[in-house]
C-alpha cells in the first residue's frame, strides 16, 4: 500500500507564509486525485483543498480559497500547497491524502494518508 510523506511544517507568524510538499514513500502506478485534510487542536479533520489527476481542476474549503494554492508535479508524482497570509485559524497537522472515488470533503473517501505535519500561527 502506497503511502505519503508530508514537509514543510513549522511555525509562522500571523500574515506569513508556508509550503507543504508530499511524496509517496512507495512504488506508486500512474496519477489519481490529490488532496490536503488538516486537523485542528481538539476537532475533527476537515477539508483544505484537492486537484485532479492531470492537475487542471483543483477544489478549495471556503475558509482557504484565495489564500492557499494546491499543485502537483506529475514528472515526481509529489504535490505542494502554498499557503499565504496565514491566520491562528489555520493551525493545525496538515495530512497528504490521494485516491479517492470523487473528489470528496470526507475523510473516508480518500485511501491514502501521509503522516502528517504541524503547522503553527502565532503572533
Known amino acids: 500500500q502506497v503511502q505519503f510523506v508530508e514537509s514543510g511544517g513549522g511555525s509562522v507568524q500571523v500574515g506569513g507564509a508556508l509550503r507543504l510538499s508530499c511524496a509517496p514513500s512507495?512504488?506508486?502506478?500512474?496519477?489519481?486525485?490529490m488532496g490536503w485534510f488538516r486537523q485542528p487542536p481538539g476537532k475533527e479533520r476537515e477539508f483544505v483543498a484537492a486537484i485532479n489527476s492531470n492537475g487542471f481542476n483543483t477544489y478549495y474549503s471556503r475558509t482557504v480559497k484565495g489564500r492557499f494554492t494546491i499543485s502537483r508535479d506529475n514528472a515526481k508524482n509529489t504535490m505542494s500547497l502554498h499557503m499565504s497570509n496565514l491566520k491562528p485559524e489555520d493551525t493545525a497537522v496538515y495530512y497528504c491524502v490521494a485516491d479517492p472515488d470523487r473528489i470528496s470533503y470526507d475523510p473516508a473517501d480518500w485511501g491514502y494518508w501521509g503522516q502528517g505535519t504541524q503547522v503553527t500561527v502565532s503572533s
Open positions: 512507495g512504488r506508486t502506478s500512474g496519477h489519481h486525485p
